[in-house]
Nanobody, 121 residues
Framework: QVQLVESGGGLVQAGGSLRLSCAAS????????MGWYRQAPGKQRELVAR???????NYADSVKGRFTISRDNAKNTVYLQMNSLKPEDTAVYYC???????????????WGQGTQVTVSS
């Protein structure tokens, strides 16, 4: 079993900052790409940012220059530093990781339970 546990969401005023964390645990051989997605009410889930095992990153245009994704491979953890938050950033944020199972040596797509981020104007 593999688990992704997220933390760090909450309520913040526009212009403020939050830092999300997502820790993976369980039967892990290795972790490839990790990322953050978000889903606002009535909208489809969208990519926010992704980071490869070698720390190459890509971002949605809407968050470039404001959000920073990073990872700590020793801790199997991915972070999302969110600065200059806007009301339109309000959504449930989901962690995603492509994890190679320890025994099967096969890559599976795993998701966290989601954490609410609310930005007030």
């Amino acid at each position: 079993q593999v688990q992704l546990v997220e933390s760090g969401g909450g309520l913040v005023q526009a212009g403020g900052s939050l830092r999300l964390s997502c820790a993976a645990s369980g039967r892990i051989f290795s972790i490839n790409d990790m990322g953050w997605y978000r889903q606002a009410p009535g909208k489809q889930r969208e990519l926010v940012a992704r980071v490869t095992v070698h720390s190459n990153t890509n971002y949605a245009d809407s968050v470039k220059g404001r959000f920073t994704i990073s990872r700590d491979n020793a801790k199997n953890t991915v972070y999302l530093q969110m600065n200059s938050l806007k009301p339109e950033d309000t959504a449930v944020y989901y962690c995603n990781a492509k994890i190679v199972d320890y025994e099967l040596r096969y890559e599976y797509d795993h998701w966290g339970q989601g954490t609410q981020v609310t930005v007030s104007s």
